[in-house]
């Protein structure tokens, strides 16, 4: 168990949808990041929460949308998105910005 | 920013040590060096940290060279549970937080 979940685990969508991914952290912590995995692909850092500020975007399309309402919650809104979206999507938190983080299991998300 | 470099995969067997290298070359004086692992179908977990010295803990062991341009993450016996990609990255300061691609670990019976 490590403190970070993620929901849904699995999710397909079309490309006219609209669904959002969330992230619960139960570890105090006071920073929370999204990151994209494709396939066979390093990881890339799409934004971060420090103190419920958005401190980064590394350029992400406006079709992703963070959000972090809290501290220990953090949502990724999807809308009209490509297939070439279709990616492992994970959430991280740590204590503090540049610490160890603790990542949750991922959503793995299919664009169709 | 600060880059790390890995070899692409290695291959161990049971029940012997494996050592993952990791070059920073650019590392600054306040990066930290972070390893992380991450299994199949997992989001990765973090393995040790340190600064400069040597850090041991009950996953491995990190062995950092005296002018920290590199690195060495130690797995004193490896168990097939450990096959995974295992990432070194820098953290601290203005870096930003760059996953390079990992070494593929292979751990055979």
Known sequence: ?112 | DAKTTQPNSMESNEEEPVHLPCNHSTISGTDYIHWYRQLPSQGPEYVIHGLTSNVNNRMASLAIAEDRKSSTLILHRATLRDAAVYYCILMGGYNKLIFGAGTRLAVHP
């Open chain 1, 1 to 112: 168990e490590t403190g970070v979940t993620q929901t849904p685990r699995h999710l397909v969508m079309g490309m006219t949808n609209k669904k959002s991914l969330k992230c619960e952290q139960h570890l105090g912590h006071n920073a929370m990041y999204w990151y994209k995995q494709s396939a066979k692909k390093p990881l890339e850092l799409m934004f971060v929460y420090n103190f419920k500020e958005q401190t980064e975007n590394n350029s992400v399309p406006s079709r992703f949308s963070p959000e972090c309402p809290n501290s220990s919650h953090l949502f990724l809104h999807l809308h009209t998105l490509q297939p070439e979206d279709s990616a492992l999507y994970l959430c991280a938190s740590s204590q503090q910005f540049q610490e160890t983080q603790y990542f949750g299991p991922g959503t793995r998300l299919l664009v169709l």
